[in-house]
């Protein structure tokens, strides 16, 4: 990992992928899949607006570590139709985001993301292979 960002750095970046996620929720309606569209980018929002509110009250690194556990928590959703699994899809795409932001090593997300648990897995509340179970929300 590079250089760690500091706490105003962190929260500007979000701010700014914030703004891209609301543009995005404005466009929706002129998308083939306005719905998921719609809902990638609320997940998105959300996202941004949790690692900002940690942000305020935990040391950087905390931080990327509090992002790294939501990450390992989401369900693996590759491979499904672009409009399917819009929030959970979302969520990882805001995460990664996330990752770029601070300049995550990709060999550590690489293992966060082997964690993650299979879809049926994570839709029945099972442990994922991290032993957490699944916490995202409908």
């Not at 466009?27 to 083939?32: C, H, K, P």
């Not at 990709?106 to 879809?119: D, F, G, I, N, V």
């Amino acid at each position: 990992m590079k250089e760690t960002m500091n706490t105003e750095q962190i929260l500007q970046g979000l701010k700014h992928y914030r703004r891209i996620a609301r543009q995005d929720m404005l466009r929706s309606v002129e998308t083939s899949y306005p719905d998921a569209f719609m809902k990638h980018a609320e997940a998105r929002r959300e996202i941004y607006a949790d690692l900002s509110s940690y942000a305020e009250q935990h040391a950087p690194a905390d931080v990327i570590e509090h992002a790294l556990e939501l990450y390992r928590d989401l369900p693996f959703v590759t491979g499904t139709a672009a409009h399917e699994h819009a929030e959970v899809k979302g969520r990882e795409n805001a995460l990664e985001n996330f990752f770029l932001l601070v300049g995550l090593d990709p060999k550590t997300r690489r293992e966060a993301r082997s964690k993650r648990p299979k879809l049926g897995m994570a839709e029945a509340g099972e442990p994922s292979a991290g032993g957490q179970p699944d916490q995202t929300s409908d």
